[in-house]
């Protein structure tokens, strides 16, 4: 009856020994949480001084505030999302998106550091708008009526039904364009309108854009250069 009993047992001994075995080697195959987590501190630092000695960090160009620079049309990054931020990078990086300036220093970067720069610029409140905004009032109210009603006659439909009412975006699919940079605003939207995708994202713009005027798009440009940050909950 001993061997019987014991023979019955053993094999589902070794039962639970290889399921405890294969269930050890799944986690630790798994990769750590914390090790994927964006670390802000370390993008700060990226954003200051860049990953390779002699190179400039991304701050050079962006700020350390995240302002960039509207004058040469070198977009704000404070108040974009983490998700679209290192999705852009990836895409600069990977040419699907074209930048002679910006693909070389993102291919500086691997993928945690991706995330790192992006949590660091998500994370910075949005700058003051530029002070010296030559746009008059008429150019900022047709830029509204475009953004928030489109030209439906023309084809043209509203920009706030993807990038939201106050300009605040969703996500990785539609930035956050509030204060953002005219100038460089009013570029994308013209590349977007001569049948440039710039990216993967850029196919719904190009269809956008294709009907708009381009005192259209500078009014939009203007209007949403204007906007107060999305998040005091006031709009124009």
């Known amino acids: 009856m001993h061997q019987a009993a014991e023979s019955i047992i053993r094999p589902g001994r070794r039962r639970a020994g290889v399921l405890t075995f294969l ?13 994927d987590t964006p670390d802000p501190a370390a993008g700060r630092t990226i954003a200051e001084s860049g990953v390779l000695t002699g190179h400039v960090g991304c701050s050079a160009c ?3 505030n995240g302002a960039g620079q509207p004058d040469v049309g070198i977009p704000r990054l404070a108040g974009f999302s983490a998700t679209y931020l290192e999705q852009q ?7 699907k998106r074209s930048n002679s300036w910006m693909a070389p220093y993102a291919r500086m970067l691997t993928q945690k550091q991706m995330q790192d ?11 003051p708008p530029a002070e010296n905004d030559p746009a008059g009032d008429t150019l900022r109210a047709r830029g509204k009526e475009i953004f928030q009603k489109g030209d439906m006659p023309h084809g043209v439909m509203p920009c706030g039904g ?21 100038p460089y605003l009013l570029e994308q939207l013209r590349q977007w309108q001569q049948g440039k995708d710039r990216d993967p994202m850029g196919k719904m713009m190009v269809t956008e854009t294709h009907a708009m005027a381009d ?16 998040d005091t909950g006031a709009t124009k």
């Open 117 to 127: 720069v992006a949590a660091y610029y998500a994370s910075l409140p949005e700058p």
């Open 162 to 182: 993807c990038h939201g009412p106050a300009g605040q975006g969703m996500g990785s699919f539609a930035p956050h364009l509030a204060r953002q940079s005219a």
């Open 215 to 230: 005192a259209d798009m500078q009014a939009v440009a203007a209007y949403l250069q204007s906007l107060p940050a999305p």
């Open 62 to 64: 962006h700020l350390m």
């Open 89 to 95: 990078l990836g895409f600069f990086a990977s040419d």
């Open 23 to 35: 269930g050890l080697t799944l986690l630790a195959a798994q990769p750590s949480r914390a090790a």
